[in-house]
């Protein structure tokens, strides 16, 4: 496949990119992609309490699909040439209020690849109550509405079970907890 052309109908906080292909010098065929960024996802819990922050923040795309909202992990896209690691740890501090030392990267994965450019690279990291030093709730000038919510890894479990009840970042990090520290769900 070739991209023969290429324009943008749309550019603002997220750009639409309309591509011109063909096959094997076939006929041309149009293609749309939203070119959106690389970011983070992460998932701070407590062994000892058995518990994780996790957090809700209004979204349009649910409001327009009549949804009353989920239970969705930490999240953050990288600006320019950040380390992965060092976002994941600043939208942990300002979504949640909790400092992350050691992360465990789970994976770098294409969320949608045929539609979005997306790409996330997710993390587990340990926490203590001691590791709570600030309220989280976003940064007010993005207009994130940030609820954090400490609850308990069987509750979120759970929920893995409820059809829209969380986001895709939170199910895949809560699939590779319990593959990786299974006790932690009993």
Not at 2 to 13: K, L, S
Not at 82 to 95: D, I, T
Not at 104 to 131: C, I, K, S
């Amino acid at each position: 496949m070739e991209i023969v052309g290429r324009d943008t109908p749309y550019q603002a906080w997220l750009d639409v990119v309309r591509l011109h292909l063909r096959i094997d010098g076939g006929t041309p065929f149009v293609r749309h992609v939203v070119r959106l960024w690389h970011a983070v996802s992460v998932l701070p819990y407590d062994p000892e309490r058995q518990t994780a922050l996790v957090i809700e923040t209004p979204r349009a795309p649910l409001l327009h699909m009549g949804h009353p909202g989920l239970v969705e992990a930490i999240a953050g896209a990288i600006d320019r040439d950040a380390a992965p690691e060092a976002v994941a740890r600043a939208e942990a501090l300002e979504e949640a209020g909790v400092r992350l030392d050691d992360l465990a990267h789970v994976g770098h994965v294409w969320t949608t690849p045929g539609a979005t450019t997306e790409r996330l690279d997710y993390f587990l990291a340990r926490y203590t109550a001691a590791d709570r030093i600030g309220t989280g709730g976003g940064l007010a000038h993005e207009d994130e509405h940030i609820v954090v919510h400490e609850r308990s890894l069987v509750d979120l479990w759970a929920l893995t079970h409820d059809p829209g009840g969380i986001d895709g970042k939170l199910m895949v990090l809560l699939q590779a907890l319990r593959l990786r520290e299974p006790d932690l769900f009993a």
